[in-house]
């Protein structure tokens, strides 16, 4: 499964945002459910305002129990977990 432009290009202002020092952890609240959330920010400056564009947040509890990861045999696929 290839991963869409619009996501590396994301990706690549996260990355130029963390090399320029650029880059904030901010608390906020998820919108629907109101639990705090740790959101990965870029920086940059409007006039004399910070403005903090959103990129995504971090795993609550094991990261890697949330993900499933892609499959080396399938590429269109992904390893399921073993437990149910």
Do not use: K, Q
């Not at 880059?23 to 705090?36: G, K, M, S, W, Y």
């Amino acid at each position: 499964m290839a991963i869409p432009d619009h996501a590396r290009t994301n990706f690549d202002t996260l990355l130029r945002a963390a090399s320029d020092g650029n880059l904030a952890l901010l608390e906020c609240l998820d919108a629907a459910t109101r639990e705090p959330r740790y959101v990965l920010c870029a920086v940059s400056r409007s006039e004399d305002e910070y403005v903090f564009t959103p990129f995504g947040h971090l795993a609550d509890g094991n990261p890697y129990e949330a993900y499933l990861p892609p499959g080396s045999d399938d590429p269109t696929g992904f390893i399921a977990s073993s437990a149910t």
